[in-house]
């Protein structure tokens, strides 16, 4: 597998599982069989509307503007063994090419959305941006076949570099080094340099596409091995649509191709349009423009603003009315303790009550007790008040 021919298959010769070779067929093909194992395979074609450059475009590409750069080869940016001797240039392009620069483009939500429909089996990139990932395509339906910025470590020893760091270090275009202690290698985003092994993601995932009940190839030139070999792994009897500016990697010459030969953004929103998705994709696709979600964080400050004064005016309210039903509690068991007061002795009020006793009751009761003291002859309130008259004897005469 691998060699497929090249010719186009013949007009006259009908397709096997396709009812024609239309993107209607297609989409047709996909709702009546109930497809759920779709196989992405792209490249930097993708992204290219995103505003990063593809790599090989003669006067466009990346490595026709690294002369800036004073590399002794255009691909010496991404030569491990120059890496080692000389990174700068590499992260003098990186600080260009991080991810969170670019909005992924409708081609990257279409991904997103056969996730979110339960139909990628998996998503196969040639490209390191990274854009799959921000357009919502989680992390285990990917193969970054050639890495990514995803992640990074120390070329020296393997150990991992913190997310955070790294993107701090790429902004102020300065070299990362191990922060293992006596090791301070180069650290590397896990792109997959030249002189260096494919991940083994791509090398596990290799046969999936076999098992695949549609295959979509889109923006790559299939120039690149082992990515190259990747749709001929797809079986005979399954279709294979590539959106793509020219034909490519023998697409188109078997019964069950469907060649679209335009930019990925126009084809993908015909599949759109065929399958009925066309309004649930540009509504994803809109979920993914900065300028949205700058707008909804602004929308959002005057509402939490609010929720925080609802909620510090909600706490004071309930502090207030805690406190008026716990006097209100005092006063009840106050008038119930008064009103059972017997005829003789001292009111007994319980400590928590003390301070309900007002200063008129006070001294109510005060004058109470001196009556009492004076009728029976016994009161020296006027020299001793603290002391009861029980507890005087009577002076001598």
């Known amino acids: 597998m691998g060699n497929e021919a090249s010719t186009p298959v013949s007009e006259d010769v009908p397709p096997i599982t396709l009812t024609a070779r239309t993107v209607e067929a297609v989409a047709d093909y996909i709702k009546k069989n109930n497809v759920k194992r779709i196989v992405v395979m792209t490249g930097a074609g993708i992204s290219t509307s995103a505003g990063i450059p593809d790599f090989r475009s003669p006067n466009t590409g990346l490595y026709a503007n690294l002369a800036r750069l004073n590399l002794p080869y255009a691909e010496a940016v991404f030569d491990i063994s120059y890496f080692r001797n000389n990174p700068r ?144 792994f797809v079986r005979e009897e399954t279709p294979r649509i590539l959106i793509n500016l020219e034909r490519v990697g023998g697409l188109g010459s078997r019964a069950d191709d469907v060649l679209l030969l335009e930019d990925c953004d126009s084809g993908v929103r015909k599949l759109a349009d065929a399958l009925g998705w066309r309004d649930e994709l540009e509504e994803l696709w809109e979920t993914t423009n900065p300028s949205r979600s700058e707008r909804k964080k602004q929308e959002a400050k005057p509402k939490d603003k609010q929720a925080d004064l609802d909620a510090r005016i909600e706490e004071l309210t309930r502090g207030v009315d805690k406190t008026l039903k716990l006097s209100e509690d005092h006063q009840r068991q106050f008038e119930k303790d008064f009103a059972k007061r017997p005829d003789t002795g001292k009111l007994d009020v319980p400590a928590g009550l003390a301070k309900s006793v007002t200063a008129a009751e006070h001294k109510k009761q005060s004058e109470g007790e001196v009556n009492d003291r004076k009728s029976n002859g016994s009161d020296l309130s006027h020299i001793y008040p603290h002391l009861d008259s029980k507890s005087v004897d009577k002076p001598s005469l």
């Open 89 to 232: 240039p590499f992260y003098e392009l990186a600080h260009e090419l991080y991810p969170g620069k670019y909005r992924p483009t409708v081609t990257h939500s279409f991904i997103s959305l056969l996730n979110k429909k339960g139909m990628l089996l998996k998503a196969f990139t040639q490209n390191i941006d990274c854009l799959e990932r921000e357009a919502g395509v989680p992390g285990d339906k990917l193969v970054e076949a050639h890495g990514s910025f995803a992640t990074q470590r120390c070329i020296d020893c393997g150990t991992e570099f913190p997310d955070d760091r790294m993107k701090d270090t790429v902004a102020i275009k300065e070299i990362p080094y191990c922060e293992r202690t006596r090791c301070e290698g180069l650290v590397k985003p896990d792109i997959v340099f030249f002189g260096e092994a494919l991940p083994e993601s791509f090398h596990r995932s290799r046969s999936l596409p076999a098992s695949a009940d549609l295959a979509i190839v889109m923006g790559t030139s299939l120039t690149v091995q082992p990515f190259a070999s990747l749709p001929s």
